[in-house]
Each structure stands twice: as structure tokens, then as C-alpha cells.
Nanobody, 126 residues
Framework: QVQLVESGAGSVQAGGSLRLSCAAS????????MGWFRQAPGKDREFVAA????????DYADFVRGRFAISRDNAKNTVYLQMNSLKAEDTAVYYC???????????????????WGRGTQVTVSS
């Protein structure tokens, strides 16, 4: 298994930026596809972005496409989520997740990710 710890929590005004990091330890990080999900109060956890094990293929939810960017540094066992042009509706707890790489491509389904971090709070004020 791989253990995940998110960091980068913060409060920003609308239009601002934050970068989240997710540090992995345990099994070989580069074996895993990595995803970011978020959960706002009273809502289900939803897919935000994901990257394949080598970072060559990425996927984004429509509501963050063009504003957020996922990247990973396998030498540092870390995946990042750069968030720009933040909106109040981006307020949520953000979770990183790891799942075994699949030849079928990146999954948006949270059930495809077996390892999760504890989450980090992002608050955007309007």
C-alpha cells in the first residue's frame, strides 16, 4: 500500500491561487495513477483531476478544466494540484487518491482508487 498526506490548505479570495501537494510513502509511487477529489459540506465526493503513473495522460472535471492543473514528480513521490482562478464553489476538502494503473486509461470513479489521504481544506471567499 501507499500512504498519502496532503498539504497546502488555505483560505483565499475568489480569483486567487493555491497549490496542493500530496506526498506518498510506502510502495513504489510510480506504479499508481493519482487522482484528486473534493467534497463540499452536504455533497458527495467528486472527481477533480487525475494523472497516469507517468503523468503523460491527465483528465479533468469540466468545472475545473482550464483553471486547475495536475502534475507529479515521481522522483519526489509527490503529486500536485495547481488551482488558479478559484471560485467560491471550489470550497471543499480536497483528497488525493492512488489507484493501480489500468490499461483502460484514467478513472474518474472513486472506487478505482484504493488509497486515500485525509484531506486538506480549501476555502475560497467571494
Amino acid at each position: 500500500q501507499v500512504q498519502l498526506v496532503e498539504s497546502g490548505a488555505g483560505s483565499v479570495q475568489a480569483g486567487g491561487s493555491l497549490r496542493l501537494s500530496c506526498a506518498a510513502s510506502g510502495r513504489i509511487f510510480s506504479w499508481y495513477d493519482m487522482g484528486w477529489f473534493r467534497q463540499a459540506p452536504g455533497k458527495d465526493r467528486e472527481f477533480v483531476a487525475a494523472a497516469t503513473w507517468n503523468g503523460e495522460l491527465t483528465d479533468y472535471a469540466d468545472f475545473v478544466r482550464g483553471r486547475f492543473a495536475i502534475s507529479r514528480d515521481n522522483a519526489k513521490n509527490t503529486v500536485y494540484l495547481q488551482m488558479n482562478s478559484l471560485k467560491a464553489e471550489d470550497t471543499a476538502v480536497y483528497y488525493c487518491a492512488a489507484g493501480p494503473h489500468s490499461s483502460g486509461g484514467i478513472s474518474r470513479n472513486r472506487n478505482s482508487y484504493g488509497q486515500w489521504g485525509r484531506g486538506t481544506q480549501v476555502t475560497v471567499s467571494s
